[in-house]
């Protein structure tokens, strides 16, 4: 008996999904579980597992095809019905092939016999006619053959302007024959980002404040506590734990920041999971994470390891990218050293880190050399007022420069 695969559900907001990859042919066998077809979402990408064991019998949904949360994407059958019917196809498709076959034969022995006679005739023609000594050159210096030449005059006597014609005429058809354009569909999660982005863009009124910090200290930190956080943890001690832990705090002093436009209503959040913005080769993904505040350096640097884990595997879940409420990107390890981050809606904010450069600043009257890093903090101005958002960065800043002050949640 036969049954059909159904594109599952995927979560409360998504409403269809691309088909991105076929793993299982028509006629292959499989286990119960075992992947069959990839998935592509506005947020992530799953595999769709068999719900028994069996064989593909009809592919609803081609690659590429974008398809509803319900919809049939392929018929499973029995093994040896589907098998069955695969010979039967494939008897009659051979059928069909072998008369195409002998009518192709038929016309391939046609088409060489015209063109035959009619090299032959050009062969002689071009026996007849006698070539200039200055055609002779230019056919040598670029290695023509004179029988690919068209000759205008009546006589089948090839003339400079022939050869020039030709050669101009190869130069042409070369230049045309590459491609300058290459058309490539857009992925679900990129149309989905444009979109967002856009959105984002329309609805909030977005602004960006900067300042920049002394990374000094913090690497100092992590120089002296890099091995016995390995040794505890079994992660690397980075700069993102420091920020989110200096985020956090800076959003309990600024709940604004921490809040979202929800109709006409503002919607103040008790609760602090951040996302930390990955980008993939599909685009980007913001995995969040859950209940920052709560969290130890240990949590956070080994949830973070995780989630670009996964990313990278594409086996992100939906739990995983969803429910933040404000969003750090790092756009500093891709070399990054300023820029204006656009507002994860329905979030009011987000950070921006940057890279690392030693500047020359003055500290004290006198003229130093820091690792310095610019921060971005873009926010909407509809919640948040201007001196919210250069109180919440400044506290950043402050809190990032003095890491003692995280370190003891003071």
Do not use: C
Request: hydrophobic share 35%; net charge negative; no cysteine.
């Amino acid at each position: 008996m036969s049954i059909q695969l159904i594109v599952p559900t995927l979560g409360e907001s998504i409403t269809e999904a691309t088909v991105s990859k076929w793993l299982k042919k028509i006629g292959e066998p499989f286990e119960v579980d075992e992947p069959l077809v990839e998935i592509e979402t506005d947020k992530i990408t799953v595999e769709v597992p068999a719900p028994r064991a069996g064989a593909l019998s009809e592919i609803k949904a081609e690659e590429g095809t974008d398809i509803n949360i319900g919809g049939v994407l392929a018929i499973i059958g029995n093994v040896d019905t589907v098998k069955k019917i695969s010979e039967e196809n494939n008897e009659k498709k051979n059928d069909e092939s072998n008369d195409k076959d002998q009518n192709l034969k038929t016309k391939v022995l046609t088409e060489a016999k015209i063109t035959d006679e009619k090299k032959e005739k050009k062969e002689l023609k071009n026996e007849l006619s006698k070539l200039s000594p200055s055609v002779k050159k230019m056919l040598a210096e670029n290695s023509l053959n004179p029988d690919s030449i068209k000759p205008n005059r009546e006589d089948g006597r090839i003339t400079k302007e022939d050869v020039l014609n030709f050669m101009n005429n190869k130069s042409s058809q070369k230049n045309s024959s590459v491609e300058k354009e290459e058309i490539v569909r857009m992925s679900k999660i990129r149309r989905t980002i444009a979109s967002r982005l856009k959105d984002a863009q329309n609805t909030a009124a977005i602004l960006t404040t900067f300042n920049e910090v002394d990374m000094s200290e913090i690497m100092k930190v992590r120089e002296s506590k890099k091995e016995d956080f390995k040794e505890r943890y079994d992660v690397k001690l980075g700069f993102m734990s420091f920020f989110v832990k200096a985020t956090v705090m800076s959003l309990q002093e600024y709940p604004a920041v921490n809040a979202e436009i929800r109709e006409d209503n503002i919607i103040y959040k008790n609760h602090f999971d951040i996302g930390i913005a990955v980008g993939t080769e599909k685009g980007l993904v913001v995995p969040v994470l859950k209940n920052a505040d709560d969290m130890t350096f240990g949590d956070i640097e080994k949830n973070i390891v995780a989630f670009s884990t996964k990313a990278k595997e594409g086996s992100l879940t939906m739990n995983d990218l969803t429910g933040g409420t404000f969003t750090i990107s790092n756009g500093g390890v891709y070399g990054s050293m300023l820029s204006t981050p656009i507002i994860n809606r329905p979030q009011s904010g987000i950070l921006g880190m940057h890279n690392i450069q030693k500047r020359a600043v003055v500290i004290d009257d006198e003229i130093v050399i820091r690792p310095m890093m610019y921060l971005a903090f873009s926010y909407d101005h509809r919640i948040i007022d201007g001196k919210e958002s250069v109180g919440f960065l400044l506290n950043i800043k402050t809190l990032l420069e003095n890491p003692s002050q995280i370190l003891l949640g003071i």
